[in-house]
């Protein structure tokens, strides 16, 4: 069954995406980095553990810099550097999904390959949710223009 997901406020939105997506990378990544070490494939190794610790710095971002911004902008109907908080949190779902492309390829042939796929499709979900959901609804609570 598809997840309804919130959009009648940002933040309300922000919450799902700590909730659902955030949860289940920062169950996973350290999951699969463990079950991935015991495999032996060291270059998906490497490049697994590139992609989680860029993750771990962007939801960290999220959760503690632009998403309290957004609180701040429903509660006050203002946060200073809102915009470029979100244009950066974009350039990096634009480099995150370099690295995730790169374990992609890397995974093909890994017995892991489904949980890894699962989790990198879940990350485009998410990210896509953010991109497309969230920043368009809080650029239209900040009378921003679309860019
Ligand atoms: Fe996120
Ligand atoms: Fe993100």
Not at 38 to 64: C, M, N, V
Not at 79 to 103: F, I, K
Not at 105 to 123: F, N
Request: proline content about 3%; aromatic content about 6%; overall charge negative.
């Amino acid at each position: 069954m598809q997840a309804v997901v919130p959009t009648a406020s940002p933040s309300a939105l922000a919450n799902y995406i700590v909730g659902t997506h955030h949860a289940l990378l920062r169950e996973e990544l350290p999951r699969i980095a463990t079950a991935l070490r015991e495999t032996g494939q060291a270059e998906l190794y490497d490049a697994w553990l590139e992609l989680a610790g860029f993750l771990s710095q962007h939801l960290a971002k999220e959760e503690e810099i632009l998403f309290p911004m957004i609180e701040e902008l429903e509660r006050s109907g203002y946060s200073a550097c809102l915009a470029g908080a979100m244009s950066q949190m974009n350039y990096e779902h634009v480099a995150m999904s370099s690295l995730e492309e790169r374990v992609r390829q890397l995974s093909m042939r890994s017995s892991l390959r489904t949980r890894i796929t699962a989790l990198l499709d879940d990350l485009a979900v998410h990210a896509c949710l953010e991109d497309d959901e969230l920043f368009p609804l809080v650029r239209e609570l900040a009378g921003f223009d679309g860019t």
